[in-house]
């Protein structure tokens, strides 16, 4: 029988300081998302980070947290109520971090007798931090408590006609009627990222992202954020001059890649840039990264700046446009079973 498992990042189970801490130390020892060599990497974390990170983050959890529980959580199981009732095959969630876990998604599949899995990473664009590290857990998972299981893994969908129309319909519906900007803040990564996970090695994180064709574009998230922004901005008609594209929520001392968001939202201001409108593609689902940092912070950063009109739109969440791309994106993977 076969069965389907959405899986996204994950948050912490509260927005208790222990809690939050838990989830941050999984989070972050992660080698594909701070991928300096083990004893670096918990010196990073558990030796810095983890003593003044989590307070921090808590606070900041508190003001985006439902009586639900955290909003990413939340609408990830809207959006499998959803599919479920389109699908005849089983439907669970499980997160990369913390619980639900992808562990406790499969296992509650094979409950019901599923034993061939769609397994679905709800990011549009691949990352090592992204795409990759939910493969390797699962695959991980599955050697070792579900050998006798396969997973069938839907790739990066940044490209897919179905994605781009169903973005930019719902962009366009959210468009206030005088903006003088639409900026684009993807989820940023180290630039070292980039080079890393690039086999053919010919990225060079500048012209080459936006080119039209570039063998590095499978794994350069730079590209495929490019090509998003691009891709919606033509079937919106707008002209590239009212588009910005920058990124948000770095961390540490590396150097990530730029444009910074915050830094941009603090000086277009004066630029004359008085109307925004931003959104965040690299979520589905909205989340801590889009209610806190750019509907809050974002926002006071950009009238601080000298802006005057802040018009956030959220992600796709559990619109029902976007409900039949997952279920189009699983039936062709569920479709793939029959030819192996
Ligand atoms: C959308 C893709 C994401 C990429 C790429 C990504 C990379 C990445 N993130 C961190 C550090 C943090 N991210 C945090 C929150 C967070 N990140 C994503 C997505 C991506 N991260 C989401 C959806 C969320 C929100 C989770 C939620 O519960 O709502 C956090 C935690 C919050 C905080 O303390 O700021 C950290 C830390 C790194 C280092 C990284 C590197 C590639
Ligand atoms: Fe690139
Ligand atoms: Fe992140």
Avoid at 62 to 78: F, H, N, Y
Avoid at 185 to 211: A, F, Q
Wanted: aromatic share 10%; net charge negative.
């Amino acid at each position: 029988m076969k069965g389907i498992l959405l899986v996204n990042l994950g948050s912490p189970k509260s927005t208790a300081v222990p809690d939050v801490k838990e989830y941050l130390d999984e989070f972050l020892m992660d080698e594909r998302v701070i991928d300096y060599r083990w004893i670096f990497r918990a010196l990073l974390v558990r030796g810095i980070i983890l003593n003044t990170r989590p307070a921090k983050s808590a606070e900041a959890y508190k003001t985006v947290w439902t009586d639900e529980g955290s909003p990413l959580i939340v609408i990830t199981e809207k959006i499998q109520k959803k599919l479920q009732k389109l699908v005849d095959v089983p439907v669970e969630i499980g997160m990369r971090y913390a619980e639900p876990s992808i562990e406790t998604g499969i296992r509650k599949l094979t409950e019901k007798g599923v034993s061939e899995i769609v397994l679905f990473p709800l990011y549009p664009q691949y990352a090592m931090s992204t795409t990759e590290t939910v493969i390797e857990k699962a695959e991980e998972v599955r050697k070792a408590k579900f050998p006798n299981v396969k997973i069938n893994y839907i790739q990066p969908f940044y490209n897919r006609d179905i994605y781009i129309e169903c973005l930019a319909e719902s962009i366009k519906e959210k468009l206030p009627e005088n903006f003088d900007a639409l900026q684009f803040s993807y989820h940023g990564v180290p630039e070292r990222h980039i080079y890393k996970t690039d086999p053919t090695k010919t990225c060079n994180l500048n012209d080459c992202c936006s080119r039209e064709s570039n063998p590095s574009h499978q794994f350069c998230y730079r590209h495929q954020c490019f090509d998003v922004t691009n891709s919606v901005i033509k079937k919106l008609g707008l002209p590239k001059e009212k588009v910005m594209v920058t990124f948000q929520s770095r961390l540490g001392k590396d150097k990530w890649m730029e444009p910074y968001t915050d830094e941009t939202l603090e000086s277009i201001g004066k630029k004359g840039i008085k109307n925004l409108a931003i959104v965040c593609p690299a979520f589905v689902s909205d989340c801590l990264e889009t209610l806190e940092e750019i509907s809050v912070e974002g926002k006071e950063q950009f009238l601080h700046g000298g802006g005057e009109n802040f018009h956030y739109i959220p992600c796709l969440n559990d619109e029902d446009r976007w409900i039949e791309v997952v279920k189009t994106l699983c039936e062709e993977k569920l479709n793939e079973f029959y030819l192996v």
